[in-house]
């Protein structure tokens, strides 16, 4: 069962939080980061992503680049940027997207239940983004960036969260920069925080939504401060900073695909030979999403496509095989595009569905050669996914709106 353990967040005070609270460092390059902290000395990219504050040239896995992120940080807890609260409290924080609100319970999770498989996985992770994240964590003695899980709806849970933010003011709310309303509310009744906990721990499983490489870097330091096998089981590097979604809150976009030539093909030869495993229909010049599993939009040519998997194509027995972006792949990106691994492959490219599919359009029209669009992968298929004890494919999931970092801070030691 689900562990959650309330903890003594260093959070912006209420006027401060606009300006600290950014998006997470993997959302952009150093470029882009440099270029929107201009202005803002107090955004928490200036700690994610350290070398915006260093000479351009800075390797980004320096040595320099750790010790500068732990200065600024500190830097910001003296100057009284960041306050650590007086307790152990739980939070609330709510997004705002587009008219679609989801909340989530902010606290901590435990590392043993990550080992353990309380915690359950759907993506694989690189070595070499762990040991950035590893550095990170360790040297600033904090996570600094949350976990976003989720869980199967508990209705206690909700109605608390319910019964709380209707019945009390929240210490933040601001709009961020990129339109999103953040909104937070403090859990500060002993009582209440404590009916929460408990209510977690009838929580089988809780699953990795986002933040594969966060989650795993954050075990690994706490197993790394576990010497010689004792240590102090209550300690905070035992736990890990987490936002908790139940799964109804939660909406999973499309993660579509761009590839750069038709592996000889023409484009003639192309349409034939995947019409031996999808159906193919011109629907013209408007853009085309799916409104249904198993069928993609093609844009090829400045023209759209339907394809619909054919059946006999379809493994619905397996929770991996029987998913959209394993059925592309598949049946027609490895086996027609040569393709055979897109995590690799230069030829291939994601765009996220926040950017649209005008973006698939721009994208082709400038020199790559077709685009499709996805279906999203649903939460259901994600938890199936992870009971199976499976990974999904590269790039399944798209989840929007991203959690900003530096709203709530977890030191690992005092």
Not at 113 to 122: L, P
Not at 149 to 173: A, C, F, M, Q
Not at 289 to 302: E, K, Q, V
Not at 337 to 362: A, H, M, Q
């Amino acid at each position: 069962m689900a562990v959650l353990r309330p903890f003594k967040a260093i959070r912006p005070t209420n006027e401060m939080a606009e300006k600290v609270g950014a998006l997470p460092y993997d959302v952009m390059n150093s470029y882009e980061a440099r270029e929107m902290v201009k202005g803002n000395p107090y955004s928490f990219l200036h700690i994610d992503k350290a070398e915006i504050d260093l000479p351009k040239d800075t390797y980004i896995y320096d040595e320099k680049v750790y010790e500068k992120a732990k200065e600024n940080l500190e830097k910001l807890i003296t100057d009284g940027v960041l306050v650590q609260d007086s307790k152990p409290m739980l939070y609330i924080y709510r997004q705002i997207m587009n008219g679609r609100a989801q909340t989530g319970l902010v606290g901590c999770t435990a590392v043993d239940d990550y080992i353990n498989n309380v915690i359950k996985k759907h993506e694989f992770t690189r070595s070499d983004k762990e040991a950035d994240r590893i550095h990170h964590v360790d040297t600033c003695n904090a996570n600094t960036g949350p976990i976003f899980l989720t869980h199967r709806e508990n209705e206690t849970v909700s109605e608390i969260i319910k019964s709380w933010t209707n019945s009390h003011e929240p210490v933040y709310d601001f709009v961020s920069e990129d339109g999103v309303g953040q909104i937070v509310w403090v859990i500060d009744d002993d009582s209440t925080v404590q009916t929460l906990v408990a209510e977690y721990a009838k929580i089988p499983y809780l699953y990795i939504a986002d933040g594969h490489h966060r989650c795993a870097s954050a075990v690994k330091v706490g197993e790394k401060r576990r010497a010689n096998g004792e240590y102090d089981k209550t300690a905070e590097f035992n736990f890990f900073l987490s936002v908790i979604f139940p799964c109804n809150e939660l909406k999973i976009m499309d993660y579509n695909r761009v590839i750069a030539d038709l592996n000889g093909f023409t484009k003639e030869e192309f349409i034939n030979k995947i019409s031996e495993k999808f159906t193919v229909e011109k629907v013209g010049k408007e853009p085309y999403a799916p409104s249904i599993r198993h069928t993609f939009g093609m844009f090829l040519d400045g023209e759209w496509y339907c394809l619909s998997a054919k059946q006999e194509y379809i493994n619905e027995n397996d929770p991996v095989e029987c998913l959209d972006v394993s059925i592309l792949q598949n049946n027609l990106i490895s086996p027609v595009l040569g393709i055979n691994d897109p995590r690799t492959d230069k030829r291939i490219d994601f765009v996220g569905g926040i950017r649209g599919l005008s973006e698939l359009e721009r994208r082709v029209n400038e020199g790559m050669k077709v685009a499709f669009s996805m279906y999203p992968t649903s939460l259901s298929e994600l938890m199936n996914i992870a009971d199976a004890g499976k990974v999904m494919p590269p790039k399944s999931t798209w989840f929007e709106p991203k959690l900003l970092s530096g709203l709530f801070i977890h030191k690992l030691s005092d």
